[in-house]
């Protein structure tokens, strides 16, 4: 699939280094993401790939290098700021508000791209109103977009998990994000709902967001991705084509262990 | 209310309410009985502003009675030095209450749970100390006198009676001004930061910000309640404002139910009237009776007395209307109480 | 009022204070490390054995010894009804359901005693004839120097408790990780129920340390407790040894503070000291950052 013809770099990381003490969880990786892209991130467990989503959505500090969102520097710019700026993410365990509801859920992703203020709030000033109309109209779009419009006001917490994951998307793409970053979306789905996933992630592609998905699930990485960077223990190690990156020795061998050479 | 096109009850509870609200003072005639009222109101604004900062936000205050002390020391100060007028007090003390919480909320930004507790109660004690010793702006163990009831151009609220009409309508304000915020987007970034402030943040909320704005917003209400209250009795003394009083205010809000508007204002007039009604025994035996009463309630309802409602009240909605139970066709614009 | 004998004095009342904040922030660490709460009533748990001490050695008339064992049997009852009626009932629940419970036990306690024992303060008589003894020079009340005694003793032993034997390996393992003690087939209830009655007993002894040198009175134990949080505080909520530190550090720095600065506020800098350390190291003295998976 094409990679973007010369459209912008969205996202540019540079020597990123991670250290947790002693213990090095990323070590001087580069990458490279261009608008319109599907990129995954795989690697074996413990290879740096959601510590690599904490630097780049500001959840971490680097030890070193660069991160940087549409040519400006991610570095001292606290999470909230680079949602603002069009970053939306999703987390391995779900992170939702368990105590709202699925709707609700939904309009705190719209939480950045909106202004009304405890003045307008309390005098009930009709431009707040009207905000919070529109807050709920694109919630319940979203919902919508992912398949949720029937549980809008269902807990949070009373959903089936695959549904808990949709709903996460749906609170992420609300802000109509440019730049999507998911932790393993596919984890604990079964083969239909990851059927549905891949649907989903084309329309959201379709939308103009750029996806960088971290996943375990092949079939899915596979299918969706454009272009594949594998990490192993911190260092990147390969990066490429789906096709390529099936048949690269060091991926492997850094999945199987050595042992399957002579398996 | 969870009731279908619930139309008919809503029409007679509110104008209900609104009436015995109004008459009261008439019905209740005993000065002391009002004037217990009128305490409870006090305590009711001073627990809706923890309200919203351990209610909505999640964030462990235990240092409310000191904002509480803030707002009747600067109404007192202002009045009995400066001769400023009830309405001068009434709009400075909360906001000098609010920069005291910004001074604690802005701090404490990278403490959560335990820790920002304990913060709070130094905090607390802290505040009190000074309050307590520094006499020659406190007054010290002696306090400061002499506070005079409320006044607004002609009306002269000196009376329990005519007072309680002034605090129930400062208290309906505090009540709807916090429904409002609590429907609106600032009350959806609380109710988010209290139940994953990491997700909050990657959504797009500034939680530092929102966790500032709730102390400044619990600090007022408590420097409002903490006014109203040096108006009403007049004379305040640093041992009023104590830990014991942060405590109380907590246990009004755990009974009552954290996160409800009304749970506020009932554990609040809960825990008012129930000391009081227990006083015909001695002292002692009502408070040891009440802190069993704490732990008891405690273990057997978890979320106050408002989820205890809510609860009986979905299950009374499903015997008398099971239909009610239908989703409504088109999504509603705010979310529900 | 600097020379070295004044300074020496004040570091050993300093000191002797110091441990029994230590005592007593002791036992409201073990039980926020062993079972994540904190505890409101910690202070009653050291005002209730000390009202019972003046009434067995004034009332009773019991010699020190078989006072101070009973006093031993009785918290041990303490602790044990303290976990079954305050904390077992809540123990699935949210952090503040707990601790609003101990407050309203605090409560109880405070006022139970109030009830009973009245409200004149008590004195304990002492357990020595003299008022001070001369210590490498310095004249300090003996009392101090059983009370500075006692912590090192306990200390040593707690030590060899936790480290030596295998009921003390089982309360470390259910502190750091219940699930993990649970699977091992640590009687995890059981080892929670044995800490709540040491750190009832810590009270106790913090309790027969004080007795002959403070009035006994119901509300003396608010401040202890708060005195024992700004000390866990300072040493660091999760550490052991750091209790026992932040108690020494707090119970020195307030003596002096209050001997060269002002005796007026003397209360107001252990919470000063606490509100340093939330503020430029929350984790204290001994804590360790705790990092939030992501």
Redesign the interface.
Known sequence: MRVGNQANTILEIRGLTKLFGGLLALDSVDLSLQTGEIRALIGPNGSGKTTLLNLVSGVYTPTRGSVFFKDQSVANKRPHLLVKEGMKRTFQNARLFRDLTVLENVMIGLHGQTRGGLAGIVLSLPGIKKEEGMICDQAAEALQFVGLHGQAKALARNLPYGQQRLLEIARALISNPSLLLLDEPAAGMNPSETSDLVSLLDRIRQRGTTIFLVEHDMNLVMEISDVVTVLNFGRKIAEGSPTEIQNNEEVIQAYLGKKARYA | MPLKKGLPAKALFYPMVAIALAALPMIIRSNYWIGTVNLAIIYSIAVLGLNII?GLTGQ?NIAQAAFWGIGAYTAALLNTRLGWPFWATFLVAPPTAAAFGVILGF??L??S???L???T???G??IN??LH?WKEFTGGVDGIPGIGAPVLGPLKFSTNASFYYLALVCLILAAL?QV??KN???G??F??IK??E???????????KYRV?AFALCSAYGGLAGQLFAHRTKYVSAETFF?DMS?LF??ML?IGGAGSVAGSIVGASLLTFIPEWLRFL???????I??????VI??FM?TGLAGLVKSIGSKMVMRLWPDAHQ?PAE?P???SH | MFDATTLAQFLVSGLAMGSVYALIALSFALLYKAVGILNFAVGESVMVPAFIVVILLTALKLPFLPAYLMIIAVMVVFGAVFQRTVYHPLRGRPFISVLVSTIGASLFLRNTSLLVFGADPRVSPGLFPVQSVNFFGVFVPPQYLLIITTLIVLVVFQYWLFEKTLLGKKMQATAQDRDMARLLGIPVDRIILITFIYAAILGGIAAILLAPIFYVTSDMGFMFALKAFASSIAGGLGSIPGAIVGGLFIGVVELFCAAYISATYKDVFAFIILIAVLLLRPQGFFGEKVAEKV
């Open positions: 351990l462990l701090p404490t990278r403490l749970g335990r820790y507790a304990m913060a109660i130094g905090f004690i802290i100390l000074i010793n001004t409002r915020i609106s987007r600032m959806r970034a109710r988010a139940d994953n990491l997700a909050a943040e990657l959504s797009g909320v500034d939680t530092f704005v830990i405590i907590i246990c755990m001695q002292g002692p035996w009502a408070m040891a009440f802190g069993l009463a704490i732990v405690m273990i978890p989703e999504l614009r705010k979310a």
